[in-house]
Every structure is written in structure tokens, then in C-alpha cells.
């Protein structure tokens, strides 16, 4: 392991870090930083300390920490009514589903809780309306996923990874899905076959590393599927509700997929909400008893989601996104050569390559959190910026500052 690059901690943070790796299991490795609030796009942490956040707990706060908006629906609800189940309706769900849908230009929506539900929910609505609508043999419909893709952590899922942290020794793997290079239209209509049900992608790779696909892949992914019969499944749980400058990655070609994963941002930072979006003749084949969760649709999470579509529907977010995306860009172009290798930008979402004789991205990671930024690496070498859609352009150049000067020491 190498020598830290973190700021020493002091005795409080000491003694929650060494509470936590007793207690809890080591399957995260955090940033030695324990917080305690969050406001904005800024937390603190038990010593005082302020931070920008430039991760925003990886897109779940797009409107930043306790946006008060948000925070007034789930107060309101809080006192009203938080838990139905769906044995019996509640007077929330039927307005944020109608608001969503029309968010997402669809009809049905089908809520969930986090993002991993939302994909495997995706995977039995393709598969049955592969059997029911499309009329595959019994047992044979088959789902093409790209190559370095991330959909979450359940067992169906880690067994279409590529990724051996995340797959090995989780096995054995749900059959039924198959693999092209992520990117490559070409190589998923050489896939379909008579028992293809859907093709599920990411429409940018968020946990890859913000892997933006070449310009017309999405177009032709909705070409082929469309004239294939084959569902168009994007997972839009990272990319969408305006962390690219537009509400949907699929905006960017202007594109409508068959089905909408949605998660993150949606349940507003306050709590998981995840969805599910299509119009009728998709989501229908669905019926009462195949399909639920006990926490999905409740009143407090559709009052939180209510007021994230709301709040989407302005557009305004989306233009900021846009708007300080294009300076991130253009800042982030200027590293290119001096610690930096590579940068892959999507609105107000980047990935970068930091160059090895630098350091790793951890190590970038931990310089930054010194210096009061907040990023994460991932894959070794690159660092993900993702800050809270509300952050002030002055905020963002401060941040790109820091870095500048940690890539340049
Ligand atoms: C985070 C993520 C998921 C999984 O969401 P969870 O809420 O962590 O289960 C799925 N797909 C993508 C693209 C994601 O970024």
C-alpha cells in the first residue's frame, strides 16, 4: 500500500475510521474524511473543516446537499404519511408517475428503490415481453450488454461484468446475456438473433470512467432496435436528470430508448427512489404478483420525486449543466500534457486520466481532499468529477485550481 497523501487526521476522525473498519464490512475503501453536514455543494466534517464536493455521492445529488426545495416535500410528507406498501394505494404516487412519464415522453412508470432493482426490473419486464409480445421460445430470450459496463451489484448483474473485482467468486452467473464492445453499433446488430430481447447500455459509462460513445452510436442503436424488434434498455441511473446538460444522455442524439433506468439523482440525496420508464405496450406485459418491493412507490420517496421531476421540468438545471459543462471542458483541455493524459467530458461530468508519473488517482484523490476537494478514483489512473448541479462557476474554477496545482507539484 502507498504512503498517504491525506491530511493527518485528528483524534475524533481517528476513532470514527477505526469504529467503522471494526464494525462495519470492508467493502468500501473511503477517503480518510469523516462528515458530519452538507449544504449546497459544500460539506464539513467533524473537525470544522469545509470541502467542495465534486462527486456528489456519484450523481445522487445533483441539486446539491439539502436543497431546500427538496427538503420541504420530504418534511411536508414526513408528517403526513411515509410508508402504504402497495397493497393498498397512497394519494402520491399516482403524481409523481404521471410527472415522470411526461418527463420521459412515456406512458407507465414502475418504482423501485435503488438502481440495482431498477436494471434487474428492466431485465424481467425485457424478458417477459420477449416471451409474451415477441413470441421467443420459453427460456431462450437473451439480453446484449457492452463491455465495461456497470448496472450495480446483485448476482444477475456482477455476472454480465467485466470487471473481476466486481464478478469473481460470485458465480455461478445468470446465463442469458451477451457481450460487444461498448461503442460499436455494428458489433450489436451482428449479435441480435431471433431470441434477442433488449440491448442494455449505459449511454455513457459512468463507472468505466465517463466513456462518452463515438457521436451516432445511440442514433443507430435505436435504428437497429427499432427495425429488429428488439428493446432499446438505457440505464440512465448516473447519466440522466441533467448531469449532462440534458435531461437524459439520449437527449444528446435525440433519441427515446424503449425503456428509461432511472435512480441517483431521482430520490433528490435525501433517500433511494428508482424507476423504471415505458410506454404501455412494453411495461404492460407486467402483471399484479410478478413483480413488486415492499418499499417501492412509497409515499415519502414519490413526494421527494415529485419535486425532483419538478424541479427537471424548469429545464433550468439542465442549462447550468450545459453552461458550466462547456467551461469545465475548456479548463480541463488546458491539463492536457501536465498530468493529465486523457479528459472525457459530458456536460458537468468528466473523467481524467491522471498520468502515472503523477501519481495514481488515489493518490490524486487524497491530495485534493487535503487541499478541500472532494473526487474519487476509479480504475487506477482516472479521477470522476461529478459536483452538485447548483455548484457556482467561481466554486468550480477554485476546485480545477487545486487540481492544477496538485497535477503540477
Ligand atoms: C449506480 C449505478 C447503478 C446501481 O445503482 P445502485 O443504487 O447503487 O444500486 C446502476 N447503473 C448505473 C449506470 C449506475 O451508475
Not at 502507498?2 to 473498519?21: F, G, Q, W, Y
Not at 406498501?85 to 435503488?114: E, I, W
Amino acid at each position: 500500500m502507498s504512503t498517504s497523501h491525506a491530511p493527518a487526521l485528528d483524534e475524533a476522525s481517528s476513532r470514527v475510521i477505526l469504529d467503522e473498519a471494526q464494525h462495519v464490512a470492508h467493502n468500501y475503501h473511503p477517503l480518510p474524511v469523516v462528515i458530519s453536514r452538507g449544504e449546497g455543494s459544500w460539506v464539513t466534517d467533524v473537525q470544522g473543516k469545509r470541502y467542495l464536493d465534486l462527486l456528489a455521492a456519484y450523481s445522487a445529488l445533483n441539486f446539491g446537499h439539502g436543497h431546500p426545495a427538496i427538503l420541504a416535500a420530504a418534511r411536508e410528507q414526513l408528517d403526513r404519511l411515509t410508508l402504504t406498501s402497495r397493497a393498498y394505494h397512497n394519494d402520491q404516487l399516482g403524481a409523481f408517475a404521471g410527472a415522470l412519464a411526461t418527463l420521459c415522453r412515456k406512458d407507465v412508470v414502475l418504482p423501485m428503490n435503488t438502481g440495482a432493482e431498477a436494471v434487474e426490473t428492466g431485465i424481467k419486464v425485457a424478458r417477459a415481453w420477449g416471451y409474451r409480445t415477441k413470441g421467443i421460445p420459453d427460456g431462450q430470450a437473451s439480453i446484449i450488454v457492452a463491455d465495461g459496463n456497470f448496472h450495480g451489484r446483485t448476482t444477475t448483474i456482477v455476472g454480465f461484468s467485466d470487471d473481476p473485482s466486481a464478478r469473481d467468486d460470485f458465480g455461478p452467473y445468470a446465463p442469458g446475456f451477451v457481450h460487444v464492445p461498448y461503442g460499436d453499433a455494428a458489433a450489436i446488430e451482428a449479435a441480435i438473433t431471433p431470441h434477442t430481447a433488449a440491448v442494455l447500455i449505459e449511454p455513457i459509462q459512468g463507472e468505466a470512467g465517463v466513456v462518452v460513445p463515438p457521436t451516432g452510436y445511440l442514433r443507430a442503436v435505436r435504428e437497429i432496435t427499432t427495425r429488429e424488434n428488439v428493446l432499446f434498455i438505457a440505464d440512465e441511473i448516473q447519466s440522466g436528470l441533467g448531469r449532462v446538460g440534458t435531461t437524459f444522455a439520449c437527449d444528446r442524439e435525440e433519441v427515446v430508448p424503449d425503456l428509461y433506468l432511472l435512480g441517483k439523482a431521482l430520490g433528490g440525496g435525501i433517500l433511494p427512489l428508482s424507476a423504471v420508464v415505458g410506454d404501455r405496450a412494453v411495461l404492460g406485459v407486467i402483471q399484479p404478483g410478478e413483480h413488486g418491493s415492499t418499499f417501492g412507490g412509497n409515499p415519502l420517496a414519490c413526494a421527494v420525486g415529485l419535486r425532483v421531476v419538478e424541479m427537471l421540468a424548469t429545464g433550468e438545471f439542465q442549462r447550468r449543466a450545459a453552461a458550466l459543462g462547456e467551461h469545465l471542458e475548456e479548463k480541463l483541455q488546458s491539463f492536457l500534457g501536465n498530468g493529465v493524459t486523457a479528459v472525457r467530458v459530458a456536460g458537468l461530468w468528466a473523467g481524467i486520466d491522471i498520468d502515472p508519473a503523477v501519481g495514481t488517482g488515489r493518490e490524486v484523490a487524497e491530495k485534493l481532499l487535503a487541499r478541500g476537494v472532494l473526487v474519487k478514483d476509479t480504475h487506477g489512473q482516472t479521477i470522476r468529477v461529478a459536483p452538485p448541479l447548483v455548484i457556482r462557476s467561481t466554486e468550480l474554477d477554485w476546485a480545477l485550481e487545486q487540481l492544477r496545482v496538485v497535477l503540477a507539484a
